[in-house]
């Protein structure tokens, strides 16, 4: 990875992601009538975000791996069905993965 | 609801919503504490982590960038999966234009302040005047805080040495599941986020990193196309 393409990478996507947000809010909002727009739109945040939990939690390079991440994931879903915050599911989930990994090593 | 243009609020109506926005703000703001630390330890500096934080300024598009370069992923994956996750603050303006009737420069600035917690905190009101004041205080604090924590994270995840040890791996897929947690109470959706994490770790053994990712992508949009068309038949059949 050369600092040019990781640079390249910021600030494409980084500009690319306020072009996206300029468009919405300049397009006539007649655009979300179309059925397939307005679809699509409400299913890509799903599928995307479903694919990184799982992506995040189970994959360790190209393998697939089930470890302290997995306990981390089961402590946020408990967390979430519990109603707590975002912060507190997230810290839920990192100090359970933290707390497993330190007891397992000692 | 009364016209938008005219309906004034009462002063402790607008103190109301600005004093919830700016709790949104905070509690989002912390959470810019992970991020940076999450960032440094993928590989990125400290300057390329605050760049993202003040040009993206879009927290799962973010997260997600960073997660594609932490698992050696070519940044060019990491870009394409934060754009297709910017799509959904496209349909965001979408909806938030009408009701805040911003123009001309105005529009062009408060375009990046269109994110998640700002569209939340401005739907719900049934006044421009409210809308505004919401999307204003809760996009401005939003943006501030997440900047200034985003270097503090960076700053503390270049001190504490490895990541793993405080478990920030695992607090990448516990953001994302409460990002995606609202979602799921649409049994549609759930169905899509089931088969577009199966699928996703499902090509995970033969692809780059960051490609996984893109391809659940395309399971939305292959179920958008079909599900739309049966929605149509439903429609006209029903007429």
């Not at chain 2, 960073?66 to 999966?81: D, E, F, N, Q």
């Not at chain 2, 960076?154 to 040890?165: H, V």
Request: glycine content about 12%; charged content about 15%; hydrophobic content about 55%.
């Amino acid at each position: 990875m050369t600092r040019g393409a990781i640079w390249f990478a910021i600030l494409g996507a980084g500009v690319g992601c306020y072009v996206l947000k300029l468009a919405g809010v300049s397009l006539p909002a007649r655009v979300l009538d179309h059925p397939l727009v307005e679809r699509v739109a409400d299913l890509i945040p799903v599928a995307l975000l479903a694919a990184l939990v799982a992506v995040q939690v189970f994959a360790e390079g190209t393998r697939l791996t089930v470890d302290a991440r997995a306990a981390g994931l089961a402590a946020a879903v408990v967390a979430l069905l519990l109603r707590a915050p975002f912060l507190v599911v997230v810290c839920v989930a990192a100090a359970t993965a933290a707390l497993l990994r330190l007891m397992l090593s000692g | 609801m009364a016209d938008p243009a005219t309906s004034e609020p009462t002063a402790p109506e607008r103190r109301a919503v600005v004093r919830d926005s700016l709790g949104v703000g905070i509690a989002t703001g912390l959470y810019g504490v992970s991020f940076g630390a999450v960032s440094v330890a993928a590989g990125l500096s400290l300057l390329q982590t605050c760049v993202l934080s003040l040009v993206m300024f879009t927290g799962a598009s973010q997260f997600a960038f960073v997660g594609v370069v932490a698992a050696g992923g070519a940044p060019l994956s990491g870009a394409l999966t934060a754009l297709m996750l910017g799509t959904r603050n496209t349909l965001y303006g979408l909806k938030l234009s009408p009701l805040l009737g911003f123009t001309g420069w105005r529009r062009t600035a408060i375009a990046h302040l269109v994110i998640d917690e700002s569209t939340a905190m401005a739907v719900t009101r049934d006044s421009r005047a409210l809308a505004r004041a919401g999307f204003v205080s809760t996009g401005l604090a939003v943006f501030v805080l997440w900047n200034l924590s985003t270097l503090v994270g960076g700053i503390a995840g270049n001190l504490i040495g490895d990541p793993r040890d405080y478990g920030l791996d695992a607090a990448v897929g516990g953001a994302f599941l409460a990002l995606l947690w609202p979602r799921l109470d649409d049994p549609r959706n759930r169905l899509i986020a089931v088969c577009a994490a199966a699928v996703a770790l499902g090509v995970v053994p033969v692809t780059a990193a960051g490609v996984p990712v893109l391809v659940a992508g395309g399971v939305a949009l292959l179920a958008g196309a079909l599900t739309v068309k049966a929605g149509d038949r439903t429609r006209r059949s029903g007429r």
